[in-house]
C-alpha cells in the first residue's frame, strides 16, 4: 500500500498569511501513461463531508478560492493556502488515488493564531 | 452536474445487516471504477472497497472482508455496499466516490459523495 504522511500534523496561521501543508508518498503517484499525479487535496469541516479542493495535485475544483493552490510531482506535494481567511479553519487530507487501495494523510489541522 | 448520493444508512445493531446505496446522475457511470471511503467519528479516511467499471473486479479492505460486498447496477447508475456482521467498529460515515477516468488527453477528475451515517449500536 501506498503510505500518504502529512507534515505538519497541525498549524497556527494569522489570518492574511500564508498556510503550508505536505504531503509524501511512499511510491510516486505520477502516471507515466498519462503524466498525471494522481494526487488530491480535500478540506474537512466540522461535521461536513471532505470537500474537494484539488485534483491532478494542482487542478483547482470549480468553485475553490484561488488562494488554495497544489504543487508538487513524483512523491512530494504541497497545498498552499496564500493568504489564511477566517473560514479556512479546518483539517486538511491528502489522497493518493493512483492506487488501490486509495490512501489518505493522517490530516493536518489548520487553526487561526 | 455530476452527482453522488449515498443512501441507506442507519442505526443497526451488533452483528446486523444494512444495505446502501449510493445513485449517480450526470456522467457516464459505467466508465468508472467506483469506491467506498468511510471515516469514523472523530478519525481519518479509510478506504474501504472498489469495483471496477463492469463489476467483475472488486476488492476490499482486510476489515471488512469477508463481511461486505460492493456490487453494481450499470443499467439503474447505482453502487451497492452489503454490509453483514456489523460491528461497532464498522459505526461511520460512508463515502461513495468516483475513481477518474481518462480517454485519450481527456480526464474525469475523482468526486464524492455526502455520505451516509451508518451506526452500530445495541
Known amino acids: 500500500d501506498i503510505v500518504m504522511t502529512q507534515s505538519p500534523d497541525s498549524l497556527a496561521v494569522s489570518l492574511g498569511e500564508r498556510a503550508t501543508i505536505n504531503c509524501k508518498s511512499s511510491?510516486?503517484?505520477?502516471?507515466?501513461?498519462?503524466?498525471?499525479?494522481?494526487l488530491a487535496w480535500y478540506q474537512q469541516k466540522p461535521g461536513q463531508p471532505p470537500k474537494l479542493l484539488i485534483y491532478?495535485?494542482?487542478t483547482r475544483e470549480s468553485g475553490v478560492p484561488e488562494r488554495f493552490s497544489g504543487s508538487g510531482s513524483g512523491t512530494e506535494f504541497t497545498l498552499t493556502i496564500s493568504s489564511l481567511q477566517a473560514e479556512d479553519a479546518a483539517v486538511y487530507y491528502c489522497?493518493?488515488?493512483?492506487?488501490?487501495?486509495?490512501?489518505f494523510g493522517q490530516g493536518t489541522k489548520v487553526e487561526i493564531k | 452536474e455530476v452527482q453522488l448520493v449515498e443512501s441507506g444508512g442507519g442505526l443497526v445493531q451488533p452483528g446486523g445487516s444494512l444495505r446502501l446505496s449510493c445513485a449517480a446522475s450526470?456522467?457516464?457511470?459505467?466508465?468508472?471504477?467506483m469506491h467506498w471511503v468511510r471515516q469514523a467519528p472523530g478519525k481519518g479516511l479509510v478506504w474501504v472497497s472498489y469495483?471496477?467499471?463492469?463489476?467483475?473486479?472488486?476488492s476490499y479492505a482486510d476489515s471488512v472482508k469477508g463481511r461486505f460486498t460492493i456490487s453494481r447496477d450499470n443499467a439503474k447508475n447505482t453502487l451497492y455496499l452489503q454490509m453483514n456482521s456489523l460491528g461497532a467498529e464498522d459505526t461511520a460515515v460512508y463515502y461513495c466516490?468516483?475513481?477518474?477516468?481518462?480517454?485519450?488527453?481527456?480526464?474525469?477528475?475523482?468526486?464524492w459523495g455526502q455520505g451516509t451515517l451508518v451506526t452500530v449500536s445495541s
Open positions: 491532478w495535485a494542482s
Open positions: 511510491q510516486t503517484v505520477l502516471s507515466s501513461y498519462n503524466n498525471k499525479n494522481y
Open positions: 469495483i471496477n467499471s463492469d463489476g467483475r473486479s472488486r
Open positions: 489522497h493518493q488515488y493512483y492506487d488501490t487501495p486509495w490512501t
Open positions: 450526470g456522467f457516464t457511470f459505467s466508465s468508472h471504477w
Open positions: 466516490a468516483r475513481g477518474p477516468y481518462c480517454s485519450g488527453p481527456n480526464c474525469d477528475p475523482i468526486q
